[in-house]
């Protein structure tokens, strides 16, 4: 039977019907096998919030890979798929839908928005299976989770009571960061930063009794209604002669307050007196710690002033109370004017809304303890992070860490594990759900009303998701896993806390590797995102380039650095000529086989050098992709097998073995070493293209008719009977040589198939001997009209001729009659004039300090883009004249 490939290739024809055999045929599914290594990767469970990005897109493609690979290297390989509840995201998803039908969530009542938000959930969870599926990852869905579902709940509650009895859960009246538009607490680092454009109001503090005050420089006056107490600096001289029984009246409300000396002030900053506002600012909270200050809240949840202000404030929005303030200040000649300025504030991370610090009753986890073993098993080595710069971020927060706010005014998540009977006011805090007191035996008891922190089901997610707290197999074999694969924007978030669950309650470490990848930005390095509009669906992408176009370009263009990738839509297109490239190739080797021939092992054939440069290009490309692939260095592995299969296979051994086919005598031979090199290649480059390599399996002539399917076959081996390090020398040589006769045709603007007269002038004996030998190869691939090798020394150059100079010889083109020199001479001198002209203007750019101090990074690596290009025109063009 005559094995072909239909048609141009399109991925649509075969990418869903090769991942449904896949999945039906249960390769995906890992059954534990002690006869064999493990190796596991949990997945970072995306939100259940809406659609997967670009970012995941990268992230799961960069897990498949290696997933893929270690199953072909014959271990027991599991990919532990899952999703997140994403606790405020998702409540802030069904809460806008409410609002659009002018309702709110007291309107629906807490079990009613509770099951409203699991239909949401279970809908964008259905739409993100989907697309995992299309990207062609190849997790155990048999083992799928959800931080919801009921085993992970049993987890959390069990790590709950026990860091409770532990003493390293417990609550109480702290200063948190709390987002009013959310309604719920924040962990410190759920708050984003941002520069703001804002002003600095100066304020008179009256000293009673005296006709002298205090100037005081403050960016929120609003809260001066909660000020507690004015601080200066103990050596400030200007204040001295105060002391600690000086009084100060707070304007407006009249309120008496202290005046302390605490060495915290800058007394360099300002005036060098500083308000003391404890119940919301983190500073002043600590100051009054120190000196047992009252704390005074005037913030309802929703960032209202409460009733804690004066009446005309209460209900008041925090800039409505700003504007009144001012105003009031102005008529009790109070206040001394503004500067306008910019200052960072704090943001919500999901709605992005200005943060409130908020006094009120929390839940904490004490970090401190947990902490110290993590620190230990990442700079031990137990823990191996890629790239290894990421470890001085990761001790930098281990040694600053705080305790963690895990209570969320939330009605989506892990309900808090505590009751309170409502009689007799005993707290509860229990595994099971509680129905009566058992102190006071009363059945009035209530839950607490919070949820926990969405981390902290996610925290658990390494041993969580193997059944634990049961001590199953699955637990026993796969963990600790073997390697994480997250965005370095959640190091502390997950990683590092991950980390220290795993450490607390497993007694070991949650994974051996960590590979951290770059996140995903806009061509010009812009964070992409819905209000720029400048996003990337990856769908859309598989859609029209195929998803192997997709995972393949992802993969050659991220690094181990852990860079940002500026990504451009247009980069697709080189995943997907390559796809074709790869399908064409197969195709033409298909469409020589005839029916009946025969395809013999490679080992019976007496081999040309030819077809040992081949063979041993393809065990060096083997043993690169491997080793890189093991040391997460995806974008070299890419780079590997493209440079093998395109440059080496298809434009140098395909297009020679093109004569040999038309040989009776050679043909059988040249078959049997095409299907070989192929069927290796795709096994190769399955990981990162698996669907493509898979269809041409299938329509192979003579394969491993064990294997099933290519992902279940052996990964390459490099074999070392077939590296001939000579022959590659010797063909690196030839390569040059036709490379720069072919150049020589794009130059000077000649036809791709005009012949040419052509001399190689050699200088010692290897550039002759090679080039002799390998003189039909080199005629043939460089469609000369004439090859003449000659000795240099008995032999002057050509006049009229494009040189290119080698070690050892030079080729001489002859370009008589063929250019017109004069006009030839003209182009190229005025386009290396219009070259340097536009390097000079970027030089002169780069050079600017103000420039490179003022400018964004992304418009100075644009720069440098132009910089190197403008460089290499030139050096070409001057090559060239030279060459004249």
């Known amino acids: 039977m005559k094995h072909t490939l239909g048609g ?19 390769f995906f599914h890992a059954e534990i096998d002690k006869n064999k290594e493990p190796y596991s990767i949990v997945i970072p469970p995306p939100n259940v919030t809406g659609v997967l990005h670009m970012g995941h897109g990268l992230n799961n493609t960069l897990q498949d890979i290696l997933i893929r690979f270690h199953r072909m290297l014959g271990k027991c390989v599991l990919w532990m798929p899952g999703t997140d509840h994403a606790g405020i995201a998702t409540q802030n998803v069904v809460e806008r839908r409410l609002k659009k039908e002018g309702k709110n969530k007291y309107d629906l009542g807490r079990e009613n928005f509770v099951k409203l938000t699991w239909e949401v959930a279970n809908e964008h969870h259905s739409i993100i299976i989907k697309q995992l599926e299309k990207i062609g990852c190849s997790c155990d869905w048999q083992r799928e989770r959800f931080t919801l579902d009921e085993g992970l709940s049993n987890a959390v509650r069990e790590v709950f009571v026990e860091l409770y009895n532990q003493g390293l859960i417990y609550r109480g009246k702290y200063l948190i960061n709390y987002c009013p538009s959310c309604g719920t607490a924040l962990a410190n680092d759920e708050v984003d930063h941002e520069e703001v454009a804002g002003a600095l109001y100066h304020v008179k503090y009256q000293i009673e009794e005296k006709d002298e005050y205090i100037e005081v420089a403050t960016t929120r006056p609003e809260t001066i209604l909660a000020d507690v107490a004015i601080a200066v600096h103990p050596e400030d001289e200007r204040y001295s002669h105060l002391n600690e029984n000086t009084i100060l009246i707070l304007p407006i409300v009249g309120r008496k307050l202290k005046l302390i000396k605490d060495a915290y002030v800058d007394k360099d900053f300002g005036t060098g007196a500083l308000k003391i506002t404890p119940a919301h600012d983190p500073n002043d909270f600590a100051i009054a710690q120190r ?31 700003r504007d009144l303030i001012i105003k009031e200040l102005e008529i009790l000649g109070a206040f001394l004017g503004k500067e306008n300025i910019k200052h960072q504030v704090g943001h919500c991370y999901r709605c992005h809304n200005t943060v409130e610090p908020y006094y009120s009753d929390q839940w904490f986890v004490k970090m401190k303890p947990l902490a110290e073993e993590a620190y230990k098993v990442v700079n031990n080595g137990q823990i191996k992070i890629y790239p290894e710069r990421w470890i001085n971020t990761y001790n ?20 808090i594990p505590v009751w309170y009977c409502e009689d007799c006011g005993e707290m509860i805090v229990s595994k099971t759900d509680i129905k009566e007191c058992p102190k006071c035996k009363s059945k009035n008891i209530k839950q607490d009303e919070d949820v926990l922190d969405t981390w902290f089901s996610s925290w658990l997610w390494a041993f969580s998701t193997f059944g634990w707290p049961e001590n199953n197999e699955d637990l026993k074999y796969f963990y600790p896993t073997s390697t994480l694969v997250t965005g370095y924007d959640i190091l502390f978030f997950w990683v590092a806390r991950m980390i220290m669950a795993g450490t607390h309650f497993m007694k070991d470490i949650p994974f051996k590797d960590i590979y951290l990848n770059g996140l995903i930005r806009d061509k010009i390095g812009r964070k992409m995102s819905k209000s720029l509009g400048n996003g990337i669906d990856p769908i859309e992408i598989i859609d029209e380039h195929g998803a192997d176009a997709f995972r393949f370009t992802l993969s050659f263009i991220t690094s181990l650095g852990g860079q940002d990738i500026w990504l451009d839509k247009e980069l697709f297109k080189m995943g997907g000529k390559f796809a074709n490239k790869i399908y064409n190739s197969a195709k033409y080797i298909f469409g020589n086989i005839e029916d009946g021939e025969k395809i013999k092992n490679i080992d019976e054939f007496e081999l040309e050098n030819k077809d040992k440069w081949i063979l041993s290009r393809l065990q060096k490309a083997i043993e690169s992709t491997e080793r890189k692939l093991k040391e997460y260095r995806f974008d070299e592995a890419s780079q590997t097998v493209y440079k093998f299969y395109w440059n080496e296979f298809c434009d140098w051994y395909i297009e020679i073995s093109k004569f040999d086919l038309k040989d009776n005598s050679k043909r059988e031979k040249t078959l049997s070493l095409l299907l070989y090199i192929l069927e290796e290649s795709i096994a190769m480059i399955h990981p990162f293209m698996p669907f493509l390599t898979e269809e041409i399996y299938f329509n192979l002539p003579k394969r491993n008719i064990e294997s099933k399917s290519l992902m279940i076959r052996e990964y390459p081996k490099a074999k070392n009977k077939y590296i001939f390090e000579d022959i590659e020398k010797e063909f690196d040589l030839i390569k040059d040589i036709v490379s720069a006769i072919r150049n020589s045709r794009s130059l000077f603007n000649l036809p791709p198939n005009k012949k040419l007269e052509v001399v190689l002038r050699y200088t010692n004996d290897y550039f002759k001997t090679v080039s002799e030998n390998y003189k039909n190869i080199i005629s043939s691939l460089s469609l000369t009209e004439s090859l003449n090798i000659v000795s240099a020394k008995e032999n002057e150059r050509n006049k009229g001729s494009f040189v290119k100079v080698f070690e050892g010889g030079e080729i001489n083109v002859n370009l008589i009659g063929i250019i017109d020199f004069e006009a030839e001479k003209k182009r190229l001198e005025k386009e290396a004039f219009a070259y340097k002209k536009d390097l000079d203007a970027v030089n002169k750019k780069l050079s600017n300090e103000n420039f490179i101090n003022k400018a964004k990074q992304e418009a100075i690596e644009i720069e440098k883009r132009k910089q190197k290009e403008f460089e290499d025109k030139l050096k070409g063009i001057n090559e060239v004249l030279s060459s004249f």
Not at 298 to 308: M, S, Y
Not at 406 to 415: C, K, T, Y
């Open 8 to 26: 141009n290739y399109n991925p649509k024809n075969i990418e869903e019907k090769l991942y449904c055999f896949w999945k039906e045929s249960g």
């Open 291 to 321: 000196h047992n200050l009252e704390i005074i809240n005037i913030l309802n949840p929703d960032g209202t002033f409460n009733e804690n202000t004066p009446k005309n404030y209460q209900g008041k929005t925090v800039k409505e109370a």
């Open 396 to 415: 930098h927060w281990m040694n600053d860490i705080r305790d963690w706010c895990i209570s969320r005014q939330l009605w989506w998540g892990h309900r």
